[in-house]
Each structure stands twice: as C-alpha cells, then as structure tokens.
C-alpha cells in the first residue's frame, strides 16, 4: 500500500526549487498530489494527418522531424524554434518561441508527437507552441501517451508549476497506484460507484468523458459522505447537550396570535408550531428557519421569543431571557421598533444593545444600567449586534438565541452568546436568502429546516422592469408621479463614490458583496473623463483603459445623489445613505426616511437586508447587471411591503460590456441578462434560488468558503440523487458502526477531512 501521507519532495523529480511552488497549490503530500485534479480536460484523443488539418483546430498529429532552425530576434530578446513535421499526407511548420533547448531534443530524423492548435500566417497553417513527446523508433501510431494524445488534463497551476510538469509527476505514480478504499464493496455495489485506485486512474487520465464522470461521482460521493457523517455526529453532539425545556403554552400563543394586525399564513404557523415543539425539547433546538423576503420570520421568532418571555422558572418567577442578534444596526433597529409595537400589550421589557444606542422598555439609561437589567433578568427580549458579546455582557437565564441572517456571523461569535452555561441556550438562525432544498439539507446537514414560502396576506405582486438606457427619462417620470401619490422611492447603487484619479485598483470599501460583482466602495473612475478603449494600441495599457471605461459606467451614489437631487428632482427631497457611514447616521436618516422626511433615497447595498419601509413602492437599481440574482431579489424584498402596488425598475449599464471588454466580459453580459430576465419572470425567492444555481452553478453560488464543501463536492450539489445517496449511506454507517470502529480507513478520512475543512 502506498503512504498518501508521504511529503511530496520524497517523489522523484521534485526538486527544492518547485517545492514551494508546489506548497503554494497546497500540494505537501501524495496525498495531495492525487486530489490536485483536473480543471478540465484537453481533447487530443484523434490523430489527424497532417493534410486533414485546419484553422484554429485543437490536434493531435504525429510524424517526423525533417528540419528544425533557431534564430534570434536581438532587439527583442526573443528566441524562435521552427520546425517541419512531416508525416505520409504532407508536412506542416511547429513553433515555439523562448524555448532553445528543444532544437537539440527534437534533432531531424526524431518521430514525434506534437497536440497543439493550428494557427494561420501569410505563409500557410502551423502549430502554435504545441507540447511534444518524442515517439520510440519502432512505434507506428503512439496511443499511450502523457502530453500529445487522449483527453489530456489540465490542471490548475501557478507560476513556474505547468500542467506539464503535474502530469510528468501524477502519471507515473497512476501505474503503480494501490491505496485502501475507505468504503466497502458491500457500499460501493449500493451506490453505483467505481473503486478509489480506479477513480483516481480514470480522473487523472480517461479513455472517455464518461469515464471522467464516474470518476468525479466517486469522490464527490466521498466528500458528501464525510459531511453528512460530520453532521450527523455534530447532531447527535448537540443532542447530547442540556437546555432549558420551554413548555408549550397554547392558551398565551394563540392570544398573542390574535391581537397581532395580520394573519399569520400556513408557513408562518407550520414554523412556528415547528419551533414551539422543539423548545420543549430538553436538549437544544438548532434549526435553521430559511424565509423569502418580506414572508414574516421575525413574528415568527417572536412567538417562541413570547413564550420563552412568559415561562415559568424553577424559583416561580417568570420569564426566560431571548436574544435577538442581527448583523447591522439598521436591522437590530428594524426588529426592535417590529417587536415594541407587537408586544406593546405585555409587560415584557425589551432591550436594544449595540454599539452606539442604548434602550429599554423603561428607559434609555447608560449602557451601563442596560446591561445591568440584562444581567439580572428583568430585560426578557434583548436585541443587538455583535455589542452583545462583549466581555461584559451577561446573561441571566438565557433561553434562546435569534441569530439573523446566520451566514454573517462566524461559529466563534454564536459560541460567544453560550460561554460559560450548563444550559445551552436553543439556537434558531434566520436566513431571507433563500437556499434550494438539496443545497441546504447538505450545509445546514445538522440543522433542521423550516421553511416559509408564501408571502402576507394582500400583498400584491411587485411589477419589475428592465429599463434599457433609452427609457431613463420615461422611468424618472413615473418616479415623479408615484411620489406626487404620496409614495417613497429606492435608489441603489454599485458604488459610494467616484474616483478622482479613476484608478481601478482602488481598494474596495464596505458594502461589497461576496461572491457577487463590486457593491459600495468598489474601484471606480471618472465618467466624464474616461477616454475611449480605442486611445492606446499598448495591450496593458489599452486593457485598463477599457477597464476604466466600464467601471465609469457604474453609478457612484455620491455622483448619483448630487444628480438626482440637483437635476432630475430638484423639487423633491432625496437622501443619501452608504456603508461608510457611521451607526448612528445610518440610524437616523433610516428613520427620517421611514417617517416621510425625504421622498427618495439613494443607497449602496447597506439596505439590502431587514428593511420595512411600507410606503417605498419604487426600487430602482443603476447597473442591475453588476449585481447578482440573489442579491437582486433583497433589494426587491424592500418594497412592496404596503397596501399599494410597487415598482422594480432595472436600470441596465449604458454600454455593453461585450463593447468594452472582450471574452469572458461578454459572457458575464449573457448571464447578467439570464439573471435579470429570471427576475422579472418570478418573484418565487427559492425558484430564483433554483435558476441562480443552474446559472451560476453550485460552488459560484454559494461559494467554497462558506460551505465548508471541496470543489468537486460543490459541483455535485446539482447532483440530487448523488445527495440522498451520500446521506442515506452515512445514516447507515453510523447506525451499525457509531463511532465507525469498523470502518477504520473511513475514520481516517474524516479526521482529516474535519481538520481542513471550515465547517460553518
């Protein structure tokens, strides 16, 4: 058996000049070396004559050596190999440019095999740079080969580390290659998989694409099988753990869903009777509750937080303690002001503790008495931000814990919240970002899931547009007439500000938004002075031209405020709101917006989350396109949340990106017109949710760093089928073997696999 954990510079032809360059793809062991895989696969499986050949063609040809020359370009310092290939149907020039040695390996008379692309110049086709291998004297046709012929891996590389160099280290290791399957054949039979030795050979180097996919299924599978195992052993931790049990009180929950202004629908009640079930429960709740936008999680919340609130103690007094914790001030602002007027009717003392705004029920007092009245119990719903894990902030029966918008908070700010209780608090995180189902039952693995689907009762659907340059004018008309009806309009833009220098490497501020294009504070430049992407024929230089040239189009909210409230609505009155702002700022010009004192208000990303401004019914967004679908559907989440029928204008980029950058700019122009055409068709969060990730795909969706999940693993999650595989395996497992004592190998894996992966 091989040792997977033997350090990579023990492998012949590692030198210590390519070792760091090595660690820098984080390949340290042969381990590592193995599951360094393929990003893609070059197809090079047909040997075409040389006569067959054609422009711009990816071809494998193979023949020999009858001329080769070097020659210098002096003034250039450039050194160009051209050679003649010729094979029984006619001959064709190989160049190679800065490569000398090869006019001594590749001498006349030497057969060769060449896979290359053909190129054209004036004096006929030839093969640009190809990669060569030398073929033995007594080979007709080689078929067997690392470079030149078969679907041939390309692998992800740094500088000084080739694809190349990856496959003269990986192939020779796949001839010899005898490792333990950490799974059974008992398993392997079950699930339809290939064996590990097997899948490795075929991943590195396939006959066929079919093949590769066999490959791919099989350590996806893997990866899965370890997450769900992990999960399932943090569920079985958790349950193991002690809380508070919180008796359900049907009498006090359903007055309290009475008085409420609204009804509750099916969802809401589903969640809730979800939730009030699982605090009864003498171990901790951990559930994850997933809600459209605007579909009513905190009233949810509310009703656990109000039972909590109104329990009996062991001692005989009332009331458990509830924390609320939300990742901006603007949302732990927008839940307090929800929740003070919900439960105006109780005698239960609300608290609000973030960095710069101290309250309670009963008074406004020093930070110092807010958290005293905290600590000793009389404060029962505290809401916050990350000012509630201060050292100095105790808790005096903390029962559950509220954490909204989930993903924003790491593992060691929720644990901050528990420090130091022989009763763990139940846990229920909040997320409006809606997560297909398959996606969520594989990261949230250990969480149970609530989710709420349909909106409040009357609330009409909002009408989204895509506004094309053309159609500014008409759009800023009909903003005049809605605000003349007495309603409030939503600007969003990219940016903050514009930049004076119109650098585009200008450091991103806040308000950025991960894994979606630049959000607020993003490298910016002068619109009225960026100059034509056609100034420069200097390749770098006309390249941050044109950079410069889109990002130019990319509305600032400074530039955009001035604009539209000196120009297009001097009449009107417009605010401005952005991330750099201070709390308190952001704070007070939120609430003179909801209180009617501005009729518009231009913003970067910041009010994409927990805003509820029931009178805004017009969200226009400059450069819809920069932004992602999801990210899209938030800021749409902001109105229609009234009575009156509400607007999505989609402002579009004034120049086409496919005008001002070539190649990939012009495919990310055709996503971004899937993304907002997906909009417009539906305002179903999880089917936009669904589409996103048939978009974007998986891993671009939800991003490696926040799952917790491997490349590979990542691609699998549209595999839905290779999912419930993967779970029902680990159930399986663990049910028979709990603590995997017979699955040794198995075990392995999952130490390692916990020891470098985050898991979230």
Same mark, same amino acid.
């Given at each position: 058996m091989m040792d997977l954990n033997l350090p990579?510079?023990?492998?012949?032809?590692? *030198?210590?000049?390519?070792?760091?360059?090595?660690?820098?793809?984080?390949?340290?062991?042969?381990?590592?070396?193995?599951?360094?895989?393929?990003?893609?696969?070059?197809?090079?499986?047909?040997?075409?004559?040389?006569?067959?050949?054609?422009?711009?063609?990816?071809?494998?040809?193979?023949?020999?050596?009858?001329?080769?020359?070097?020659?210098?370009?002096?003034?250039?310092?450039?050194?160009?190999?051209?050679?003649?290939?010729?094979?029984?149907?006619?001959?064709?020039?190989?160049?190679?440019?800065?490569?000398?040695?090869?006019?001594?390996?590749?001498?006349? *008379?030497?057969?060769?095999?060449?896979? !290359?692309?053909?190129?054209?110049?004036?004096? *006929?086709?030839?093969?640009?740079?190809?990669?060569?291998?030398?073929?033995?004297?007594?080979?007709?046709?080689?078929?067997?080969?690392?470079?030149?012929? *078969?679907?041939?891996?390309?692998?992800?590389?740094?500088?000084?580390?080739?694809?190349?160099?990856?496959?003269?280290?990986?192939?020779?290791?796949?001839?010899?290659?005898?490792?333990?399957?950490?799974?059974?054949?008992?398993?392997?039979?079950?699930? !339809?998989?290939?064996?590990?030795?097997?899948?490795?050979?075929?991943?590195?180097?396939?006959?066929?694409?079919?093949?590769?996919?066999?490959?791919?299924?099989?350590?996806?599978?893997?990866?899965?099988?370890?997450?769900?195992?992990?999960?399932?052993?943090?569920?079985?931790?958790?349950?193991?753990?002690?809380?508070?049990?919180?008796?359900?009180?049907?009498?006090?929950?359903?007055?309290?869903?009475?008085?409420?202004?609204?009804?509750?629908?099916?969802?809401?009640?589903?969640?809730?009777?979800?939730?009030?079930?699982?605090?009864?429960?003498?171990?901790?709740?951990?559930?994850?509750?997933?809600?459209?936008?605007?579909?009513g999680k905190t009233v949810v919340a509310l009703i656990a937080a109000i039972q909590v609130a109104q329990s009996r103690l062991p001692a005989g007094r009332q009331g458990y303690q509830t924390v609320f914790m939300a990742p901006t001030e603007v949302l732990a602002h927008q839940h307090m002001e929800t929740i003070r007027k919900l439960v105006a009717h109780t005698n239960i003392e609300i608290g609000l503790l973030t960095s710069s705004t101290t309250w309670t029920t009963y008074s406004l007092g020093r930070k110092t008495e807010i958290k005293r009245r905290i600590a000793n119990g009389d404060t029962k719903i505290i809401i916050g931000t990350h000012a509630l894990i201060q050292k100095d902030v105790t808790f005096n029966n903390l029962a559950l814990v509220v954490i909204d918008e989930q993903h924003r908070f790491g593992v060691a700010q929720r644990a901050a919240l528990v420090k130091n209780k022989e009763l763990v608090p139940h846990l229920l995180s909040m997320t409006a970002t809606p997560i297909p189902r398959t996606l969520a039952l594989t990261i949230y693995g250990d969480l149970d899931i609530s989710i709420i689907k349909e909106k409040p009762k009357n609330r009409q659907k909002i009408i989204t547009r895509i506004v094309p340059p053309s159609g500014r004018q008409e759009a800023h008309q009909f903003i005049r007439s809605e605000v003349k009806a007495g309603r409030q309009v939503f600007v969003i833009c990219p940016r903050i500000e514009v930049s004076v220098t119109g650098d585009p490497t200008s450091a991103p501020g806040p308000g950025t938004s991960p894994g979606g294009p630049p959000a607020s504070g993003s490298p910016s430049t002068t619109g009225s002075k960026a100059k034509s992407p056609e100034t420069s024929t200097n390749p770098r230089t006309k390249a941050g031209q044109q950079m410069k040239f889109l990002l130019a189009d990319m509305k600032a909210v400074q530039e955009e405020y001035k604009k539209l409230s000196e120009l297009v609505f001097p009449d009107l009155k417009v605010a401005m709101l952005h991330g750099r702002m201070k709390p308190k700022e952001k704070t007070d010009i939120m609430a003179r917006f909801k209180e009617g004192f501005a009729d518009i208000l231009v913003s970067t990303s910041v009010i994409e989350v927990g805003v509820d401004i029931p009178n805004a019914t017009v969200m226009m967004i400059e450069n819809a396109d920069h932004f992602g679908l999801a990210q899209l559907h938030q800021f749409r989440g902001r109105i229609g949340r009234g009575e009156h029928q509400s607007t999505c204008l989609l402002f579009t980029s004034g120049a086409s990106s496919s005008q001002v950058l070539p190649g990939k700019i012009s495919e990310d122009k055709k996503t971004s017109n899937q993304r907002l055409k997906a909009l417009v068709a539906t305002d179903d969060g999880f089917l936009l949710a669904e589409k996103d990730m048939a978009i974007r795909g998986p891993g671009e969706f939800f991003g490696t760093g926040q799952s917790g999940l491997p490349d590979l693993a990542m691609a699998a999650l549209a595999n839905v089928e290779l999912i419930k595989k993967s779970r029902a395996e680990a159930r399986l497992i663990l049910t028979t073997d709990q603590n995997l004592t017979n699955h040794p190998e198995l075990k392995q894996q999952l130490l390692r696999f916990q020891s470098i992966i985050h898991f979230e």
């Open positions: 990579v510079e023990k492998l012949k032809n590692v *030198g210590a000049r390519n070792l760091p360059r090595l660690h820098k793809l984080g390949i340290k062991t042969l381990r590592d070396l193995l599951w360094h895989l393929p990003a893609r696969y070059e197809d090079y499986s047909k040997i075409i004559p040389i006569a067959d050949l054609i422009f711009e063609q990816k071809a494998t040809i193979q023949g020999t050596v009858v001329k080769i020359d070097s020659r210098r370009i002096f003034p250039r310092r450039l050194v160009i190999i051209e050679a003649i290939i010729e094979d029984d149907s006619g001959s064709i020039k190989a160049v190679w440019f800065n490569q000398p040695y090869i006019a001594t390996t590749l001498t006349e *008379g030497t057969r060769v095999s060449l896979a !290359g692309t053909v190129k054209l110049d004036k004096r *006929g086709l030839y093969l640009a740079s190809p990669s060569y291998e030398k073929l033995r004297s007594d080979d007709y046709l080689a078929y067997h080969l690392t470079h030149t012929h *078969g679907l041939i891996p390309v692998y992800p590389e740094t500088e000084g580390i080739s694809s190349k160099y990856l496959r003269f280290l990986i192939k020779p290791i796949l001839t010899e290659l005898d490792i333990a399957d950490h799974l059974s054949e008992e398993s392997r039979t079950r699930n !339809g998989l290939i064996g590990l030795t097997t899948a490795l050979q075929k991943i590195h180097y396939p006959l066929t694409l079919t093949e590769a996919d066999q490959a791919k299924e099989r350590l996806a599978f893997d990866d899965l099988l370890l997450f769900q195992i992990k999960a399932l052993l943090e569920r079985r931790k958790i349950n193991q753990l002690k809380s508070q049990s919180i008796p359900f009180d049907k009498e006090l929950v359903t007055d309290f869903i009475k008085r409420l202004p609204f009804e509750l629908t099916k969802d809401q009640k589903m969640a809730a009777w979800e939730i009030l079930k699982d605090l009864e429960k003498p171990y901790p709740m951990n559930r994850l509750m997933e809600g459209d936008v605007g579909s």
